[in-house]
């Protein structure tokens, strides 16, 4: 554990809580993508199987409570609870063109094949590229509510926290995983163009479009 890691979690925790304030208060799923939400899902599922089998700390073991539970609730707060204002017309990216890659990469380039590491693997893999249909929501939309810029920007600050996660250990460890420092680079370069318009934009009370 370092400052970078634990700011990159609580990054991450926040960018959830932001989420699901943001479906519970409005009672809407307006301009989130489920698509995102599912790959999110299945990252955490096929990561975290290990939370019955392997202790590593509380903080851990917490930790991936936490997202299981949440990415569950916020699947099912789109597809069931809050269904009736969820997008699906403009919610259209292809996510098995997401898929399949992930899975056969992470088949053939991974530390070890068995099947908890190939699953791993995949989670990281996937990662990297699960924003991609919320990316794309927006892009047709047009533009993201503040609230969703936010949470955007703060999941997208939660990888770029992990890179500087990655750089310490290196540093001070002398340890590194190219596997998730490869992903890592893929999803903080995804966000790159949002994060300048999030900067320009948005912290100026504007709201935020992507290009068409």
């Given at each position: 554990m370092n400052i970078f890691r634990?700011?990159?979690?609580?990054?991450?925790?926040?960018?959830i809580i932001i989420l699901l304030l943001k479906i519970w208060k409005t009672r809407s799923c307006a301009g989130i993508s489920g698509k995102s939400q599912i790959l999110f899902a299945v990252v955490y599922l096929t990561r975290y199987l290990d939370l019955f089998t392997t202790?590593?700390?509380?903080?851990?073991?917490?930790m991936k409570v936490l997202f299981l539970a949440t990415s569950g609730a916020t699947v099912y707060f789109m597809y069931v609870k809050f269904k009736a204002t969820y997008d699906h017309n403009h919610d259209s990216?292809?996510?098995?063109?997401?898929?399949?890659?992930?899975?056969?990469l992470s088949l053939v380039i991974n530390h070890e094949f068995t099947v908890m590491e190939v699953l791993w693997t995949f989670s990281i893999y996937l990662e990297s590229v699960a924003i991609l249909p919320q990316l794309f929501l927006v892009s047709k939309t047009g533009e993201a509510e503040s609230i969703t810029s936010h949470y955007l920007f703060a999941l997208g600050s939660y990888r770029a926290l992990y890179l500087l996660n990655w750089v310490y250990r290196y540093m001070v460890e002398s340890h590194y995983d190219l596997i998730a420092i490869f992903a890592g680079i893929v999803q903080t370069i995804l966000y790159c163009d949002f994060f300048y318009l999030y900067i320009t934009k948005v912290l100026k009370g504007k709201k935020l479009q992507l290009p068409a």
């Open positions: 634990f700011a990159g979690d609580l990054s991450h925790v926040f960018a202790y590593v700390s509380l903080y851990n073991s917490v990216f292809r996510i098995e063109f997401l898929l399949v890659p992930c899975a056969l």
